[in-house]
């Protein structure tokens, strides 16, 4: 291919090369039990045709951070979460930082914080005769803030 703009395969990045961690009331460790994450922003779209205009337009009002994630059930960190709920009534704040980073990749590191995770369902009991795979959950999350603390760059053969 002639000229030097043009994507590289070895600068896309690998979804399982990155790490992430979790922070539950201050207390930073590694996510060691997460299987899969995948967060998103959904905005609010509200449509109107105004006077004089026979294509309505189209105003975000709103965003919504959403997500999903799936975690092995080796932890008591999540059940310990919603124990607190129901005895006491409260919820501890929680942060999950997540790192993609691929060695092969000259595009550098992203690393996004989401704060104020709300997990929609913690594990309690799994078992199932026969079974030979690994013992996960699947939950969906939501989460009220986010930081962009490192963003990607452009490949090496575009800057």
């Known amino acids: 291919m002639a000229g030097k703009n043009y994507t590289k395969i ?4 690998t979804g399982s090369e990155g790490s992430a961690y979790i922070t539950i009331d201050g207390q930073n460790r590694y996510f060691f039990e997460l ?3 995948e967060a998103n922003i959904e905005f609010t779209v509200i449509a109107k045709k105004l006077l ?3 294509m309505k337009q189209h105003k975000v009002v709103a965003a919504e951070g959403k997500g999903s994630i799936t975690m092995y059930n080796v932890s008591p960190v ?3 979460i919603y124990q607190q709920y129901i005895k006491e009534g409260k919820t501890p704040t ?3 930082q ?4 691929d060695p092969a990749s000259t595009i550098g590191r ?3 914080v989401m704060r104020d995770c709300i997990l929609a369902k913690a594990p309690v009991a799994y078992l199932e005769d026969g079974s030979e795979d690994l013992n996960t959950t699947d939950s969906d999350f939501t989460f009220d803030d986010l930081d962009d603390l490192e963003s990607y760059t452009l490949p090496e ?3």
């Not at 070895?10 to 990045?13: N, T």
């Not at 997540?98 to 980073?101: C, G, I, P, S, V």
Request: aromatic share 0%.
């Open 10 to 13: 070895k600068d896309l990045v």
């Open 35 to 37: 299987s899969k994450i």
């Open 52 to 54: 004089g205009h026979r």
């Open 78 to 80: 999540a059940s310990a």
């Open 94 to 96: 929680i942060s999950i």
């Open 98 to 101: 997540t790192t993609n980073e």
């Open 110 to 112: 992203r690393v996004i």
């Open 157 to 159: 053969n575009m800057r």
